[in-house]
C-alpha cells in the first residue's frame, strides 16, 4: 500500500510540473544578498518599504543557530547568541543588527509585530529588539536563575518558560511585558521539555506533557481551567484559537492516546474527527479551524502521511501521502515540501487549498514552486510565513545557511 501511495503522489506532482516553471535546480536567476561575517554585524537601521520579491540570502552561522521569523514587512533573525538580525522583504539585505555577548542554547524567537517587537531567549537572559527602529529595546532576566526554553506572545505579553533542571517536570512561566520587559508574573508550572506554550484569548496554556494542560489568566498568572485527569494529553497542537491533544512525538510506544479537542475556556473534551492510528508527529491549525497532522509509524516517522481535519464541524476532509517535513498554513492553503523519495519532484515547496485537499481542481488546485538549492531535504529546510498579503513563503535553510523568499506557489 504504501508504494501505490509513492506512485499515486507521484503522478500528481508529474502533473502539477508545468505549474512550477522552468527555474534552474541551484536556485539561480533571483537577486542574492550577503548576510556578512560577524565583524560586519554594526549596520545602522534603515527605512525601507516595497512589496514582497524573490530573493536569497546568505545567514552568519550565528543565525542559523537561533532561528528566523517575520512580519508582513520583514524578516527578522535571532543569533544563538542573543543578538537580532533584521532583513529587507524587497531583497533581503540586512537593515539593522542587534549585536549581543550571550552565549548558550536559543530558546526560539517570537514576533510580535503589534507591540513592534522581535524577543529571544539564551539561558536565562530574554532580549527584545525594536521592529521599527531596529534597536535594543531591553533585557530581562530570569528572578528563579532558569534557562528559557520556550517563548510565546500574545496581546502585548511575552511568555517564556524555562528550568533549573532540564530533566525536571516543573518549571517557571515568566511574563513580562512586550513594549518595555517589566516583568508582570512569574509562576511554578508543571511542563515538559518540548511542549509548546499557547497564548491567546487573555490566556496562556501550558502542558506537563503526560495529561494534563493548565490554563492561567493572562493578566495575574492564575490558574482559570484544568484539563480532566479523563483526558490524556501528551503533546498539545496549538493554531488560531484552538487546541488539540494527540499522542506524543516522543514517544516509543505503539498505540496512542485519543485526539481530543479542548474547550479554551473550560478545557473540557469537544467533540474530535477521529483517533490517530500511526504516532502523531507534528501539525498545524488554520485560523478557521483545519488541523493537519503529520502521522507516521511509531519506530519509522520518515514517511507517513498528513491528515487534515474539519475542527469545527467534526470531520476528516483528506489525507497525502508524505515523508517528514516542516509545515505552515499560508493564503488559505498547506504549505509544506513534497517527499524526498519522488525522484522526479523532490525538493520543492507544495501548497494544498485546506478544504478541497490534493484532489482540488481550478484555482484549488495543488500547486508547486521550482526546485531550489534551500528546498532540498540534506538541508533542514523549515517554512515562514510572513503573513498578512504578503504573497511569499520564506524557507530557511538550516545545514548551509540561507533564506530564499519566493511567491506562494
Known sequence: MARQRIIAVGAALMALAGCAGSAASDGSGGPTASGGSRS????????VSGPWRAWTATLTRQEAHGGCGATAHQVVCATDSGGFVGRSRADGRITWTVPSDGHGKSAGLVVDAAAERAVTGVAGVLRAANLRTGAQAWTHRSATGSIYAALGAADGVVYAVGATDPTSSTAVLD????????????????WSTGEPLAAFGGRVYTGDGTRRVTARDARTGATVATSPASVECQHLVTGGHYLVCTGSPF?????FPPMRRLDPATLRPLPTPRNTIDKPVRGVISEDGVLVLYEAGAEDTSAGNWFAYDLKNDRKLWSTYATEADAAVADGRFVTFTPVNDQTNRGRVLTIDLHAGPQGTGTAAPRMAPPYAQTRDGEHPT????????????VMARTHGSLRSLPLP
Open 383 to 394: 517554512l515562514i510565513a510572513p503573513g498578512g498579503d504578503a504573497g511569499h513563503v520564506v
Open 175 to 190: 511574563a513580562v511585558r512586550a513594549s518595555d520587559g517589566a516583568p508582570l508574573w512569574h509562576r511554578t508550572v508543571a
Open 251 to 255: 514517544s516509543a510506544g505503539d498505540i
Open 40 to 47: 560586519s554585524m554594526a549596520t545602522t537601521s534603515m527605512s
